[in-house]
Each structure stands twice: as structure tokens, then as C-alpha cells.
């Protein structure tokens, strides 16, 4: 593998992990009054289901990075990689629905995909 290559590994699981860690840490729970609605981020997106991605992308990350023979099953970061590309379509998906810029979530894509042919040959 070349230095490129493993450069662009660190450089997405470097993102992933800063973005995780932000979904994860930025939104806390208020507590609510009696009857009120569940609490939504300003994304239109239950606490939950952020927190879930944000864990996703960082234990992503962290597979990114693990050499290749680290484990026996080297496929953990096969699919590590494969449910970031699916994460990024999503995440282009979503903005594109809400009327937002998608260039983040192309240029992670090409990023991710990148980093999954490498892997992959």
C-alpha cells in the first residue's frame, strides 16, 4: 500500500471519528415537562438515532485504521468501509431531500470509496 493510500485511510477515519464524536457528545438531553413531544435535534432527527450514527462512524473509524491482519476475520473493516459508503449515500440523500449543499457528503463518498477499492485489490 502506498503512502497515498494510507494517508486517505487516516484522513476519512480521521473525519469520521471528529464527526462521530461530535454527534455523540454535542446533543444532551434536556428533561422533559409533563406531556411534552420527545425531543428532536434542530436536523429533525431523534437524540437517539444521531447517537447511533455518531457510534457508527466511530467505531468505523477505528476499524479503518486496524491493519489488515489485526484480526482473524480481516472482513471487519471490509465492512466498516462498505457501511461508510452506504453512510455517506445516505447522508447525500438526506440533504439533498432538505434542499442542503451535498458536496460534504459527495466528497466523503469518493473519499470512503476510494479507501474501499484500495482495501478491496
Known amino acids: 500500500m ?3 493510500d494510507q494517508f486517505a485511510e487516516y484522513f476519512v477515519a480521521g ?9 455523540i457528545l454535542r446533543y444532551r438531553r434536556s428533561p422533559k415537562a409533563v406531556g411534552a413531544q420527545p425531543a428532536r435535534l434542530p ?9 447511533a450514527v ?16 489485526f484480526l482473524p476475520q480481516a472482513a471487519i473493516t471490509q465492512v ?3 457501511g461508510l459508503v452506504l453512510l455517506t449515500v445516505a447522508a447525500g ?3 439533498m431531500r432538505r434542499n442542503e449543499s451535498t458536496v460534504p457528503s459527495v466528497m466523503l463518498f469518493l473519499l470512503v470509496l476510494f479507501v474501499a477499492v484500495v482495501r478491496w485489490v
Open 80 to 82: 466498516a468501509v462498505a
Open 2 to 4: 502506498s503512502r497515498w
Open 93 to 95: 440523500v438526506y440533504h
Open 54 to 69: 455518531g457510534v457508527f462512524e466511530v467505531l468505523a473509524a477505528f476499524a479503518l485504521v486496524m491493519p489488515s491482519g
Open 43 to 51: 436536523f429533525g432527527l431523534p437524540h437517539g438515532c444521531m447517537v
Open 15 to 23: 473525519v469520521f471519528l471528529c464527526v462521530g464524536l461530535a454527534k
